[in-house]
């Protein structure tokens, strides 16, 4: 069964340094989604990206995170300068159609020291 | 915004009982209410889903009900097993390009 996949598990780094999440979506799908799960909060969204371009962007989305379809398989998040708030767990997710029937990956725990 | 609330946030059944999670929704508006099952380790499954057009919708041992007048929907597991056992999340979704909203989900035990 095809799935989302995502490296690395996790991801440990200092605070103010840069870090790159990646995740390769269901080969035919199209849009692809970033969420996070702080520890015993909500999943909440991040990003939409469809068309090579952001389709919708959070609060949390600011000018310190950023998405990249660099090829025709992976979709990165990059978090320019790391805060002790972007702890989490940080899904992907891909749809063959809009907003439904999400499939996410495993997730990249991000500990930020 | 869809604000979306969910309750028990734990729940602990035996095995061969029934479970039943609820969440409530704030936007009358939205019109597809997803809920997704995740393993330790694993990111959210979709387990089934439901449109606002449907009161009822049932895949096997899991059904999904929908009160569009009270803004609720509720996940039903009967004759429930070990590997049930997982946390659950339900999600709201407006439509358009706005993104899917979840509750804050329901870690279910099922005891043998």
């Known amino acids: 069964e095809p799935e989302v996949t995502q490296t690395p598990s996790h991801q440990v780094t200092q605070m103010g340094q840069e870090v790159i999440l990646r995740c390769v979506p269901i080969s035919n799908h199209l849009y692809f989604y970033w969420y996070r799960q702080i520890l015993g909060q909500k999943v909440e969204f991040l990003v939409s990206f469809y068309n090579n371009e952001i389709s919708e962007k959070s609060e949390i989305f600011d000018d310190q995170f950023s998405v990249e379809r660099p090829d025709g398989s992976n979709f990165t998040l990059k978090i320019r300068s790391t805060k002790l708030e972007d702890s989490a767990m940080y899904f992907c997710?891909?749809?063959?159609?809009?907003?439904?029937?999400?499939?996410f990956g495993s997730g990249t725990q991000l500990s930020v020291l | 915004g869809e604000n979306v609330e969910q309750h028990p946030s734990t729940l602990s059944v035996q095995e061969g009982d029934s479970a039943v999670i609820k969440c409530t929704y704030s936007d009358s508006a939205s019109n597809y209410f997803p809920w997704y099952k995740q393993e330790l380790g694993k990111g959210p499954q979709l387990i089934i889903d439901?449109?606002?057009?449907?009161g009822e919708k049932k895949d096997q041992r899991i059904a999904v009900t929908l009160n569009k007048t009270a803004k609720h929907f509720s996940l039903h597991i009967t004759e429930t097993q070990p590997e049930d056992s997982a946390v659950y999340f339900c999600?709201?979704?407006?439509?358009?390009?706005?993104?899917?909203?979840f509750g804050k989900g329901t870690r279910l035990s099922v005891i043998a």
């Open positions: 439901i449109r606002s057009n449907v």
């Open positions: 997710a891909s749809s063959a159609g809009g907003n439904e029937k999400l499939f």
């Open positions: 999600a709201a979704l407006l439509g358009g390009n706005t993104p899917l909203v």
